[in-house]
């Protein structure tokens, strides 16, 4: 089910409306979708959909954004200016940029940029093919991850990441707790099953009910990916 958010009365400095706009003019043009992930995409579909504004200023926003590949992403990224960071690093009226190409579902998720770095990628081709849409001022329209692919994405990036930062732990739990408020705690309570499996607790329903949605996104081989990291007693 894809859902739709009203952005469209918010105040433009909680994203950066501006890049966003200059990004559908790109795909626009080169007819390649793209959709939202990363923290723009939480802010987009999580918090202020549920009230909670973001607490940092659009300049600090790093923008992430994943695209049809192969030829698709060449022509996406084609015009704009790059920056250190890498192959996918770019900007945008001065803010950062990360543009991740997809992988199709049958693959093993892993990608080798033209610099010889490579890097795992999936979860991008499953958000990218149920996202939501969110109407944001002036008619800019963008498709988003939605918050049950965020929170595999969130997995997937504490996995490699927990070591050194305990950001994404605090991320996906952030996620979790949005599944039994506003909208999504609606969606729980109409959810007989997921109340049924958890005697009928809500924000244990939510985040089952995200659990079992995300699930739905990926094959099976793919779904390896997420539920070895569950089953994994050291992580």
Not at 40 to 54: F, G, M, Y
Request: one cysteine or more; hydrophobic letters at 40%.
């Amino acid at each position: 089910m894809t859902r739709t958010f009203d952005l469209s009365s918010t105040t433009e400095g909680y994203f950066p409306l501006d890049v966003l706009r200059e990004l559908r003019i790109i795909g626009e043009q080169t007819r390649v979708r793209w959709v939202v992930i990363g923290a723009v995409a939480r802010d987009l579909v999580v918090h202020l959909p549920l009230n909670h504004p973001p607490q940092r200023a659009t300049h600090d926003v790093d923008i992430a954004v994943a695209v049809e590949e192969p030829d698709g992403y060449a022509r996406f990224t084609q015009g704009l200016a790059r920056r250190r960071g890498g192959e996918h690093a770019f900007q945008i009226s001065r803010i950062p940029v990360d543009v991740l190409p997809t992988a199709p579902a049958d693959s093993d998720g892993t990608i080798e940029f033209a610099d010889g770095n490579r890097l795992n990628i999936i979860g991008l081709a499953e958000a990218a093919a149920r996202p939501d849409r969110v109407v944001l001022p002036h008619g800019v329209a963008v498709e988003v991850a939605s918050i049950e692919a965020q929170c595999a994405l969130k997995l997937l990036a504490w996995r490699d990441r927990n070591a050194d930062d305990t950001k994404d732990a605090v991320d996906f739990i952030s996620l979790l707790s949005a599944a039994s408020e506003g909208l999504y705690g609606d969606e729980a309570w109409s959810d007989g099953a997921s109340l049924e499996a958890n005697d009928h607790d809500i924000f244990l329903a939510g985040a089952y009910r995200l659990g079992s949605r995300g699930r739905e996104l990926f094959t099976q081989h793919r779904a390896c990916a997420i539920t070895s990291i569950l089953q994994d007693p050291i992580t």
